[in-house]
C-alpha cells in the first residue's frame, strides 16, 4: 500500500471522525458559497476531503519517522493541532470572511474545531499506525502482561491524583490505552513522564470534553465555555498521564529486571556511577536555571510567596527556598532525563518540557496543597499564575541547556570516536528521536495557548 | 565556524525570511490592531518591515545554529521550529519588545491575550522556518554531496603519544582527554605495559597486608574516556623518525607507532649498582607483583620458622633487612615489623622478641628529604618499637643466606628487600639528548626535553628545575602528577602555535607512613604526627584515587580495617597435582623465590 494511499484513508477516517462530532457540536465552518449550500452534510463533505487532503501529507511526514503506534499516535495529535492554527483561525477565515483571526475572541470561537483537529490528529495517528502495521504485536508474541502492567500503572496514576478528579474507569482504560499505544516503553523516564503527561491532556480531551458530557446529555462540551468549566479537571489529568507514563516504564523495568534476562542497556555503566553524575550535573544545571528564575520572580514581585511555603516572610528566605527548590528540580531533571539530549534543540524541548510539567505540580497544585487549601486548577488561577509559567519554562529552558552543555563538556556520547561508535550513537538517537519534537512543540503550544485562550473573557 | 554550521545557518535564515515575510504580512498588512503590532516593537510601514525581516533572519538563522540539520526527516524540523519560535514569542514579545518599549514585562494572563495574535504568527513562522529549512539543506546536500563524516577513516592531524602509565602518564593524559574531548584532530594515545594505574606510595601496605591491591591500582582504560590506550612494550623510541616501536606482548609482531608530540612518563626502575647478587636475591618495591611476593615471601618464613628445629635457621628466617633509609624503606621497615608483631599470635613456637628488623642506611640520618626535628622523632619512633638502625652502612652484596657490607659486617637473614637505588627507565638511554648523573633527561622549565623535538618528559625520569629551589624537582607522586597536568596543557598551547609556560609547583607536604597508623608529616611547614598524619596522609591519597565509585569502595574497606585484623592467607603459587602425577610421587617444586627456597611445604 502506497504511503499516498495510506495517508488518504487514514485523514479520511480521521476527518469522518471528527467532522461527525464538530457536526453534532455545530461547529463547522460555513458553506455558504459551495453550490450545495443548504444540503446539512455539505460542510461534513468538505471537512472530509480536506481530512483526506491533509492526510497525504501527514503520511508524507510519517514516512521517515520511526514506526510505532504511539509514536504515530503523537506525532498526529501535534499534526491536528497545528492545522488548527492554520486551518480555522488563518485559511478558512482569510478565504471565507477575508481577515485572519487570530484574536483571542477568535480564538474562543474556533475552540471547538481545536479539540476536533486533535480528534481528527489522533484517529488519523491511530489509523495510519495500523495500516503501516504499527500494531503488528497483536497477536503478542511476548505475552499480554504489558495491558496488565498498563491497567495498574493507570490505577496508581489514579489513586495518586484522586478518584473524584479523574474517574476509576478512566484511569483503567487510560493506563490500558497507553499500554496498546508502547507495549514495550522507550528507555528513558523523563521522556516517559512527558509522552505521559500529553497523552493525559489527550484523555482529558476525550473524557472530560467529550464522553462525560455526552453520558450526562448535556452534549459535547467542546466549546470555549464548556472547556472553562472543564478546566479544572485539567491538571489532574495532565498529572494522571505522567504518574501513569513514569509507573508504566518502572513496571515494565522491574519486569524485566525480575523476569527476564535481557539486559536494559549495554552502555550503562550501572545506575551507581552513571546515577551520580547525572545527579550531580542536574543539580549545577539546576542553579543556573535557578537564577534565570528568581530572576523572574523577583521582576514579578513573588518571592514573598515562596517564603510563605516554609512560613516565613522575608525575601531572602523566600530567595533561599526558591534556590532549593530549583537544585532538588535540576537534580531531579538529571536523574530523568540523562543521556537524552543530543544537541541544544533536544536539551531545550525535553527542559521546556520539563519546566511545564512543574508548572502544573507546583505552583497549581503542591503550594497551596502545602499550605492547606485545595489545589488552584480552575482557568482563574492559571490565569493569575500565567507569569510564573513564563518563569518556569525559562527554567526549564536554563536548565536543560546548561545540563546539555555539562554532558557535553564530560561525556559528549553523540561524538563518535569510531565506526563502531558511530553506529551505536545513531542507533541511540534514532531512538531518542521517535514523537520527541512532536510532544515537545505540543507541550509549549498548548502550554501557552489553552491558558490564554481560555482565560480571555467570552464577550 | 566549519562548513556544515555555516550552511545551516544559512539555510535558515533564509527560511527565516520566507517565513517572517509571511507572517509579517498577516500581521500587518491584515487589519489586526495596532496592539498586535506593538508587539513586533515596530510600526507596520516599509522600515518596521525591513526591520522585522532582518529579525526574522536573524532568528531563522539561529534557529539553523541550534538545532543544526539531521537527515531523521522534516517533521523533527518542523517541530523544531514551532518550539523554537514560540520561545522567541516569550522571549521576544513578551519580553523584550515591552521592556524596550518602557513597558514591564507582558507576563500577565490579559497582556499575553493582547499578544495572542503573535503567538499564532510566531507558531506558523516557526513551523514554516523548520520545514523550509528542513528541505532547503536536503536539497542542497543532494545538489552537492558533502564529504561523508565518518570518524575512522579521517587521518587525525595531531598525534600525541604518552609513554608509561603511572602518575605522570596517566595525569597527562587525563587532561588530554579533557581538552580535546570533542576536537577530533587531535589524538592521544597512552602506552603502557601494564593496564592500571599503581598507587606505588602505598605499595609498602600492600606488602605488609595492611591494604589490599585493588585499593591502590585503578584501572586505564576506565580513567580515559577518549584517549587511546596501547598495553605494550616499548622497545624503541627513535626521535629522528618520531616513531616508537613497540610489541603487545613477548611474542607478537613489532608495531610502529607514529607520534608528533612523545610525552615521556617512564617513570625508574631499581638501581642495583652491580653489587653481586643483589637483583637475584632481594626483593624491589615496584609493582603489585613485588609487593604480594614479598608478603607471601614474609609471611611464608614465619610458616617455615614456626616448626623450625635449627636455632641458626631460624635466625636467619626470622631477621628481615631493609636497604635504603628513604621514604620508601622507612615505610617498609615500619610496616614489617607491624605485620609480623601482628600475627606471631598465630605462630604459637615463634618468640616475642625472635624477629629482627633492620633498617641499613648509607647516610647520617634517616628520611633525609624532610626536616631534622620529624626524622628524629621518626627514628625514636621506630627504635621504641623494635626496629634496629645501621647508620653510615653500604651494603657490599647479598646471597640467599646473607646480607653483607662494605666495612666487612654481614647479617644472616632471608629477606633483603632492596630500596636504595633507583636510576631512570633504560629506554632512555639510547637517546641523543643531555642527561644527568643518573641517566635522567634533562628538561627545560617548559618541560620540553633539551635537544629533542617534540619530546617532553615528567616524573621520575627527568630532571626538571624547580622553581623554587635550585635542585631539581624531587621525584614523588604529587609532582608527578602537576607535571602531568601541566606538560599537557603545553603541549596543547604548542599545538595551538603558542610558547609554552614554565612549570611552577610549591611541594605541598611530604608525608611518611611509620606503620601502627601512625605517620609523620609536614605540610607548608606545619608538622604533624600520630594518627592524625596517618589519616591525612591517607585521606590525600583516597581524594587521589580516579573514579567516584573506586573512592567509595576503598574508603568503606579502610574504615571495616579499622575494626579487624589483617590477612595472614598465604596466596603462593603453588603447583596443583594433576592426574600424570601418582600418589606419593614428589610433585614439581614451583618457582623458587629469590632467597631460593621454596614457599609453604608441598604435599
Known amino acids: 500500500m502506497s504511503v499516498w494511499f495510506r495517508g488518504a484513508i487514514a485523514g479520511l477516517i480521521g476527518g469522518l471522525a471528527s467532522g461527525l462530532a464538530l457536526l453534532h457540536a455545530g461547529a463547522l465552518p460555513q458553506t455558504g458559497w459551495l453550490p450545495l449550500a443548504d444540503w446539512e452534510y455539505s460542510g461534513l463533505v468538505l471537512h472530509v476531503a480536506g481530512g483526506a487532503v491533509l492526510g497525504l501529507g501527514f503520511a508524507l511526514l510519517m514516512s521517515r519517522q520511526r514506526e510505532g503506534a504511539g509514536e504515530t499516535f503523537f506525532w498526529g495529535v501535534t499534526y491536528g493541532s497545528l492545522w488548527w492554527f492554520i486551518g480555522p483561525l488563518t485559511l478558512i477565515p482569510l478565504t471565507l470572511l477575508g481577515f485572519i483571526a487570530w484574536d483571542v475572541h477568535s480564538a474562543q470561537e474556533a475552540f471547538p474545531s481545536f479539540v476536533g483537529y486533535l480528534v481528527y490528529g489522533a484517529v488519523a495517528g491511530l489509523v495510519l499506525a495500523a495500516l503501516r502495521g504499527d500494531f503488528r504485536w497483536f497477536p503478542a508474541a511476548f505475552g499480554y502482561g504489558f495491558l496488565v502492567r498498563g491497567m495498574l500503572a493507570g490505577l496508581t496514576g489514579v489513586w495518586l491524583v484522586g478518584r473524584e478528579h479523574v474517574g476509576l474507569t478512566i484511569g483503567i482504560l487510560g493506563g490500558l490505552g497507553l499500554s496498546v499505544l508502547y507495549p514495550r516503553p522507550l528507555p528513558g523516564t523523563g521522556p516517559g513522564l512527558i509522552r505521559g503527561m500529553v497523552y493525559g491532556f489527550f484523555v482529558w480531551a476525550i473524557a472530560a470534553l467529550t464522553v462525560t458530557p455526552l453520558m450526562d446529555g448535556r452534549g459535547l462540551a467542546w466549546s470555549a465555555e464548556g472547556a472553562q468549566a472543564a478546566f479544572t479537571a485539567l491538571p489532574a489529568y495532565l498529572l494522571f498521564g505522567a504518574a501513569a507514563g513514569v509507573i508504566y516504564q518502572w513496571l515494565d523495568a522491574l519486569g524485566r529486571l525480575l523476569f527476564s534476562d535481557t539486559p536494559a542497556s549495554e552502555e550503562d555503566e550501572g545506575p551507581g556511577t552513571e546515577g551520580l553524575r547525572a545527579l550531580g550535573r542536574g543539580a549545577l544545571a539546576g542553579l543556573a536555571g535557578g537564577a534565570l528564575f528568581t530572576g523572574v520572580m523577583v521582576g514579578l514581585g513573588s518571592l514573598e510567596a515562596a517564603a510563605g511555603l516554609i512560613g516565613s516572610r522575608s525575601l531572602v528566605t523566600g530567595a533561599v527556598v526558591q534556590f532549593v527548590i530549583a537544585e532538588l528540580i535540576g537534580a531531579s531533571y538529571g536523574l530523568l532525563f540523562r543521556r537524552q539530549s543530543y544537541d541544544i534543540g533536544s536539551a531545550l524541548g525535553w527542559g521546556l518540557s520539563y519546566g511545564f510539567f512543574w508548572w502544573v505540580l507546583g505552583p497549581l497544585t503542591l503550594v497551596p496543597v502545602l499550605q492547606g487549601a485545595p489545589p488552584q486548577w480552575t482557568v482563574a488561577a492559571a490565569g493569575q499564575l500565567f507569569p510564573s509559567l513564563i518563569g518556569l519554562l525559562a527554567y526549564g529552558a536554563g536548565l536543560g541547556i546548561v545540563y546539555h552543555l555539562l554532558e557535553a563538556r564530560h561525556s559528549p556520547w553523540w561524538i563518535p570516536r569510531t565506526r563502531i561508535e558511530a553506529a551505536r550513537v545513531s542507533r541511540h538517537i534514532d531512538q531518542l528521536l521517535t514523537s520527541a519534537p512532536a510532544l515537545w512543540a505540543l507541550v509549549i503550544t498548548i502550554a501557552l495557548t489553552l491558558p490564554i485562550v481560555l482565560s480571555g473573557q467570552p464577550r | ?603
Open chain 2, 1 to 603: 565556524m566549519n562548513g556544515a554550521l555555516k550552511r545551516d545557518v544559512v539555510a535558515g535564515a533564509l527560511a527565516g525570511l520566507v517565513a517572517g515575510t509571511i507572517s509579517g504580512w498577516a500581521i500587518l498588512a491584515q487589519g489586526l490592531t495596532a496592539t498586535a503590532a506593538s508587539f513586533i516593537g515596530v510600526a507596520p510601514s516599509g522600515g518596521g518591515f525591513a526591520v522585522h525581516l532582518a529579525v526574522s533572519a536573524f532568528i531563522g538563522g539561529s534557529f539553523g545554529a541550534v538545532f543544526r540539520y539531521s537527515p531523521y526527516g522534516s517533521a523533527a524540523s518542523l517541530t523544531g521550529g514551532i518550539l523554537y519560535g514560540l520561545l522567541w514569542w516569550i522571549i521576544g514579545s513578551l519580553t523584550l519588545i515591552p521592556l524596550v518599549q518602557g513597558r514591564p514585562p507582558a507576563w500577565s494572563i490579559d497582556a499575553a491575550g493582547a499578544a495572542l495574535p503573535n503567538l499564532v504568527a510566531q507558531l506558523l513562522y516557526g513551523a514554516i522556518t523548520g520545514g523550509l529549512f528542513s528541505v532547503l539543506v536536503s536539497q542542497y546536500l543532494r545538489r552537492t554531496p558533502a564529504p561523508a563524516a565518518v570518524p575512522h577513516d579521517r587521518e587525525p592531524l595531531t598525534r600525541v603519544v604518552i609513554l608509561g602509565g603511572g602518575f605522570g602518564g596517566i595525569s597527562a593524559a587525563q587532561r588530554l582527554d579533557q581538552i580535546y574531548a570533542r576536537d577530533r584532530s587531535v589524538e592521544t594515545t597512552l602506552i603502557s605495559h601494564s593496564n592500571y594505574l599503581l598507587f606505588t606510595p602505598m605499595l609498602a601496605e600492600v606488602a605488609a597486608s595492611g591494604l589490599e591491591a585493588q585499593h591502590i591500582s585503578a584501572p586505564v582504560r576506565a580513567a580515559l574516556a577518549r584517549v587511546r590506550f596501547l598495553k605494550a612494550d616499548v622497545e624503541t623510541i627513535d626521535p629522528a623518525a618520531q616513531v616508537v616501536r613497540l610489541r603487545a606482548s613477548a611474542g607478537s609482531a613489532a608495531e610502529t607507532v607514529p607520534y608528533d608530540h612523545l610525552i615521556l612518563a617512564l617513570g625508574s626502575v631499581p638501581n642495583f649498582y652491580g653489587l653481586p647478587g643483589l637483583e637475584a636475591h632481594s626483593f624491589t618495591l615496584k609493582t603489585l607483583a613485588d609487593a604480594t611476593a614479598l608478603r607471601n615471601h614474609v609471611i611464608g618464613m614465619l610458616e617455615a620458622a614456626d616448626g623450625e628445629p635449627d636455632p641458626a635457621q631460624r635466625r636467619a628466617q626470622l631477621t628481615f633487612v631493609v636497604a635504603g633509609g628513604g621514604f620508601a624503606g622507612t615505610e617498609m621497615v615500619a610496616e614489617l615489623s607491624d605485620l609480623v608483631r601482628g600475627i606471631l599470635r598465630y605462630y604459637p613456637n615463634i618468640g616475642r622478641d625472635e624477629p629482627r628488623f633492620i633498617l641499613v642506611h648509607s647516610g647520617e640520618r634517616i628520611l633525609p628529604e624532610i626536616s631534622p626535628q620529624l626524622a628524629d622523632y621518626a627514628l625514636s619512633k621506630l627504635t621504641a618499637r623494635g626496629i634496629e638502625f645501621l647508620l653510615k652502612t653500604r651494603v657490599a652484596g647479598a646471597t640467599a643466606e646473607t646480607v653483607s657490607f662494605t666495612d666487612g659486617g654481614g647479617i644472616p637473614t632471608r629477606t633483603l628487600v632492596w630500596t636504595a637505588g633507583n636510576q631512570p627507565h633504560p629506554l632512555l638511554g639510547p637517546l641523543p639528548c643531555e642527561k644527568n648523573r643518573v641517566g635522567a633527561v634533562i628538561d627545560a622549565p617548559s618541560l620540553q626535553v633539551k635537544g629533542l623535538a617534540n619530546v617532553w618528559a615528567v616524573g621520575d625520569c627527568a630532571e626538571i628545575p624547580d622553581a623554587y629551589t635550585d635542585r631539581p624537582c624531587p621525584p614523588t607522586a604529587q609532582h608527578a602528577l602537576r607535571q602531568g597536568t601541566a606538560v599537557a596543557d603545553n603541549v596543547s598551547v604548542v599545538l595551538r602555535g603558542a610558547a609554552p609556560v614554565p612549570f611552577k609547583f610549591r611541594t605541598v607536604g611530604v608525608l611518611v607512613a611509620l606503620g601502627r597508623r601512625t605517620a609523620v608529616a609536614e605540610i607548608r611547614g606545619w608538622k604533624f604526627s600520630g594518627f592524625l598524619a596517618w589519616f591525612i596522609w591517607r585521606t590525600v591519597y583516597l581524594a587521589r584515587l580516579p573514579g567516584f565509585e573506586k573512592k567509595l569502595r576503598v574508603a568503606l574497606d579502610w574504615t571495616l580495617d579499622l575494626f579487624f585484623p589483617r590477612d595472614i592467607v598465604l596466596m603462593a603459587p603453588s603447583a596443583a597435582p594433576t592426574l600424570s602425577q601418582t600418589i606419593g610421587a614428589p610433585v614439581p617444586a614451583p618457582t623458587p623465590s629469590p632467597v631460593g627456597e621454596p614457599v609453604g611445604d608441598q604435599p
